[in-house]
């Protein structure tokens, strides 16, 4: 299996400009979380899915952050506007609740390395 | 207080020695227990996990549980400098949904 894949790996924008962050899940999982990490606040979890359906998003820091999953393979993250606050690596991870599985375990992507300007 | 609290570090260790790594938990109702291994630049990836309470031993690597205490611990025996790495504690909260809080992680450095 390839993993679960992030697109772009980094992106440099200006203050302003709308973000989009993108990540496949790994084929069969049916849960997908979206994690922002910086030196000072380490690795937060912004929200997640379970069957394309966000279950909690009580992470998103505000209504600039916004997350879709219009279906099982596929997911964005999106800034607007975007701010220098929100310089930070984002990762994308999922899990699965086959049988066989090991239970709450999550395989995260390589990250998309976002810097504001 | 932090949902998950770890010891920031660097916690440095002579190669072949025994690091210790530990991390304790606020919620009593959390289930599952996860240790992080993230090398620098790079994502996170799963090297142990426990459910209960007790000893799991994987390899150079022993996940201690204690629920009554709210601590759980990493032992890494015969330390290697490829082991040098943030370590995240990572706890489920167990209330259905998989929704899983990190540490901050604590720096691991094995001195050659």
């Known amino acids: 299996d390839a993993g679960v894949i992030q697109s772009p790996r980094h992106e440099v924008t200006e203050m302003g400009q709308e973000v989009t962050l993108r990540c496949k899940p790994i084929?069969?999982?049916?849960?997908l979380f979206w994690y922002r990490q910086t030196m000072m606040r380490g690795l937060e979890l912004l929200i997640y899915?379970?069957?394309?359906?966000?279950?909690?998003d009580s992470g998103m820091p505000e209504d600039r952050f916004s997350a879709k999953m219009p279906n099982a393979s596929f997911s964005t993250l999106k800034i607007q506007p975007s701010e220098p606050r929100d310089s930070a690596v984002y990762f994308c991870?999922?899990?699965?609740?086959?049988?066989?599985?090991?239970?709450?375990?999550?395989?995260f992507g390589p990250g998309t390395r976002l810097t504001v300007l | 207080q932090k949902e998950v609290e770890q010891n920031s570090g660097p916690l440095s260790v002579p190669e072949g020695a025994i690091a210790s790594l530990n991390c304790t938990y606020s919620?009593?109702?959390?289930?599952?227990f996860f240790w992080y291994r993230q090398y620098s630049g790079k994502s996170p990836e799963l090297i142990m996990f426990?459910?209960?309470?007790g000893d799991k031993e994987d390899g150079r690597f022993t996940a201690q549980l204690n629920k009554a205490s709210q601590y759980v611990s990493l032992l890494i025996r015969d330390s290697q400098p490829s082991d040098s790495a943030t370590y995240l504690c990572?706890?489920?909260?167990?209330?259905?949904?998989?929704?899983?809080?990190f540490g901050a992680g604590t720096r691991l450095f094995v001195k050659a």
């Open positions: 991870a999922s899990s699965s609740t086959l049988a066989g599985a090991v239970a709450d375990t999550q395989y």
């Open positions: 084929s069969g999982h049916d849960y």
């Open positions: 899915f379970n069957n394309n359906v966000p279950i909690d």
């Open positions: 919620d009593r109702g959390s289930q599952s």
């Open positions: 426990i459910y209960s309470n």
């Open positions: 990572a706890v489920n909260r167990g209330t259905g949904g998989f929704k899983t809080i």
